[in-house]
């Protein structure tokens, strides 16, 4: 068992991720993975872009762009081109495969949950400790985002691979420009935020390689030019024009002071309030050993890079931190996975790390969004939600076995799931006593945020009943859609 805690780690996240997170209700506020899921269905059944037969169910929503009366999803292609083979399983599974509740939680888990879980299996492979790996599949924003369908956990994924195919080996070999050009070309076709990111990957090609970066630079677009195609085909089928998704992407760019606040701190949408010990990893930018190699500087610009230009698009997020940020969190966790925390201070390690856990679980099990009325959500909203409104996020147990399973037994199953995580990270720190007494320390200054402060308002109180209500609805949908499934 002491060789294999990192193991264990994988196997309590995917337990969480397929019995107890979340069926997401079918007329939650975000549909995106709604169209991306509709998408999907008219690839397989008619070989085309086209949703109009899914309006009523999607609704309104800014990912949908219409012309020639067809409605189409504006998200890039790629997810749901993936999607084609899960859908087929749920042809098999369900009389009614155009019923969304199961063929939307099925999708989520194969292109969101697995691609983590192949992660950190790899890493552990790789040798990465049980800190890193917790940090990884608990400690920040991307447990949240693997538990919904939404193209930037797989994008995120796809783009870290790319960076270490091209920068582990000790030179840089054409064979691995190419694969990396592949890698970035389906990340770019799930998200076209990522283009940022393949843009400083391509130019530091050409900065780092001194005797072939020509050939590693054709390698690299030849790996990358059929998905571009793809993404540009799919454009001007949508809109007309082939660079409408690139133009759209860079017509949000806008700096505002104020941003670096909204998107890196503050207590609604900042990336470093959900994850402070993230922090940790902007140290390591500055001190980290291998500071003066080429991988590490190509991962300093990278970081920083999109860090400001995320920073700088002009967009508000309905999830805990903004979208962009996902793509790098695995590259800010690098130095991590290469065992550079585990000499650090355990105190401030185990403090950092229970906020991180705790900051992220608490939107898991209650909502995954962020109305914009609440500035303050863990306190005004999912602890409220939780014990005021006795909600629990609608999952695959209490679908199952209906109100025999109720929320207090949930959430307790939830916690001990949480302890196991504590557990096996804590003994096999360096020090597991500071680190355990940190993050007790930890455990006791979020809850004292989360529970003592009163930012409550009348109108915060009747917003949450609505969310309640509306959520409560869409459970008994898809309770109701399961149960004919079975039948």
């Given at each position: 068992?002491?060789?294999?805690?990192?193991?264990?780690?994988?196997?309590?996240?995917?337990?969480?991720?397929?019995?107890?997170?979340?069926?997401?209700?079918?007329?939650?506020?975000?549909?995106?993975?709604?169209?991306?899921?509709?998408?999907?269905?008219?690839?397989?059944?008619?070989?085309?872009?086209?949703?109009?037969?899914?309006?009523?169910?999607?609704?309104?929503?800014?990912?949908?762009?219409?012309?020639?009366?067809?409605?189409?999803?504006?998200?890039?292609?790629?997810?749901?081109?993936?999607?084609?083979?899960?859908?087929?399983?749920?042809?098999?599974?369900?009389?009614?495969?155009?019923?969304?509740?199961?063929?939307?939680?099925?999708?989520?888990?194969?292109?969101?949950?697995?691609?983590?879980?192949?992660?950190?299996?790899?890493?552990?492979?790789?040798?990465?400790?049980?800190?890193?790996?917790?940090?990884?599949?608990?400690?920040?924003?991307?447990?949240?985002?693997?538990?919904?369908?939404?193209?930037?956990?797989?994008?995120?994924?796809?783009?870290?691979?790319?960076?270490?195919?091209?920068?582990?080996?000790?030179?840089?070999?054409?064979?691995?420009?190419?694969?990396?050009?592949?890698?970035?070309?389906?990340?770019?076709?799930?998200?076209?935020?990522?283009?940022?990111?393949?843009?400083?990957?391509?130019?530091?090609?050409?900065?780092?390689?001194?005797?072939?970066?020509?050939?590693?630079?054709?390698?690299?677009?030849?790996?990358?030019?059929?998905?571009?195609?793809?993404?540009?085909?799919?454009?001007?089928?949508?809109?007309?024009?082939?660079?409408?998704?690139?133009?759209?992407?860079?017509?949000?760019?806008?700096?505002?002071?104020?941003?670096?606040?909204?998107?890196?701190?503050?207590?609604?949408?900042?990336?470093?309030?959900?994850?402070?010990?993230?922090?940790?990893?902007?140290?390591?930018?500055?001190?980290?050993?291998?500071?003066k190699t080429a991988r590490h500087k190509v991962k300093v610009a990278l970081i920083l890079i999109c860090l400001a230009y995320f920073c700088s698009k002009n967009k508000q997020s309905n999830f805990p931190i903004q979208e962009g940020f996902v793509l790098i969190l695995p590259l800010m966790m690098d130095s991590f996975f290469d065992g550079e925390l585990y000499d650090r201070s355990n105190l401030w390690l185990g403090f950092l790390f229970a906020l991180s856990?705790?900051?992220?679980?608490l939107p898991a099990i209650t909502l995954p969004i962020v109305p914009p009325e609440f500035k303050y959500p863990h306190n005004t909203l999912w602890m409220k939600l939780l014990t005021e409104e006795s909600f629990f996020t609608v999952n695959s147990i209490g679908l199952i076995f209906g109100p025999v399973i109720n929320k207090a037994f949930l959430i307790s199953i939830s916690l001990v799931l949480i302890v196991f995580v504590f557990h096996f990270t804590w003994?096999?720190?360096?020090?597991?006593?500071?680190?355990?007494?940190?993050?007790?320390?930890?455990?006791?200054?979020?809850?004292?945020?989360?529970?003592?402060?009163?930012?409550?308002?009348?109108?915060?109180?009747?917003?949450?009943?609505?969310?309640?209500?509306?959520?409560?609805?869409?459970?008994?949908?898809?309770?109701?859609?399961?149960?004919?499934?079975?039948?």
């Amino acid at each position: 068992m002491d060789g294999n805690r990192s193991l264990w780690l994988i196997i309590v996240y995917l337990i969480i991720s397929v019995y107890l997170l979340p069926f997401l209700p079918v007329k939650a506020n975000k549909t995106e993975g709604l169209a991306i899921w509709a998408t999907t269905v008219s690839l397989y059944q008619s070989f085309s872009f086209d949703i109009s037969w899914a309006e009523g169910l999607i609704g309104k929503d800014e990912k949908i762009s219409r012309r020639d009366e067809r409605i189409y999803s504006q998200n890039p292609p790629g997810l749901a081109i993936l999607g084609i083979p899960v859908y087929i399983i749920t042809k098999f599974i369900m009389r009614d495969p155009l019923n969304p509740s199961l063929g939307w939680f099925l999708m989520r888990f194969f292109l969101c949950t697995l691609p983590i879980i192949f992660l950190a299996y790899w890493l552990f492979r790789k040798d990465a400790d049980e800190l890193s790996i917790s940090i990884l599949l608990f400690a920040n924003p991307l447990f949240i985002y693997s538990l919904l369908l939404t193209p930037y956990v797989l994008a995120s994924c796809l783009m870290y691979f790319s960076f270490r195919l091209i920068y582990d080996p000790q030179r840089i070999f054409l064979r691995n420009c190419f694969l990396a050009g592949l890698l970035s070309g389906l990340a770019l076709n799930c998200t076209t935020n990522s283009l940022i990111f393949i843009i400083i990957l391509a130019i530091s090609l050409v900065i780092v390689e001194k005797k072939e970066k020509m050939p590693c630079i054709l390698a690299f677009s030849l790996g990358l030019a059929p998905f571009l195609i793809i993404l540009f085909f799919h454009s001007y089928v949508i809109s007309g024009s082939i660079f409408a998704h690139i133009f759209m992407e860079f017509s949000e760019f806008s700096f505002k002071t104020r941003n670096l606040y909204d998107f890196l701190l503050s207590p609604q949408n900042g990336l470093l309030f959900y994850s402070p010990i993230l922090l940790f990893s902007l140290l390591l930018l500055l001190i980290s050993f291998e500071k003066k190699t080429a991988r590490h500087k190509v991962k300093v610009a990278l970081i920083l890079i999109c860090l400001a230009y995320f920073c700088s698009k002009n967009k508000q997020s309905n999830f805990p931190i903004q979208e962009g940020f996902v793509l790098i969190l695995p590259l800010m966790m690098d130095s991590f996975f290469d065992g550079e925390l585990y000499d650090r201070s355990n105190l401030w390690l185990g403090f950092l790390f229970a906020l991180s856990v705790l900051f992220n679980f608490l939107p898991a099990i209650t909502l995954p969004i962020v109305p914009p009325e609440f500035k303050y959500p863990h306190n005004t909203l999912w602890m409220k939600l939780l014990t005021e409104e006795s909600f629990f996020t609608v999952n695959s147990i209490g679908l199952i076995f209906g109100p025999v399973i109720n929320k207090a037994f949930l959430i307790s199953i939830s916690l001990v799931l949480i302890v196991f995580v504590f557990h096996f990270t804590w003994i096999n720190t360096r020090k597991p006593y500071k680190f355990l007494i940190g993050a007790i320390i930890g455990i006791l200054v979020a809850s004292i945020y989360i529970i003592l402060p009163n930012f409550d308002k009348q109108n915060l109180q009747k917003k949450r009943q609505e969310i309640k209500n509306s959520f409560s609805l869409s459970a008994r949908m898809i309770n109701s859609s399961l149960k004919k499934c079975a039948s």
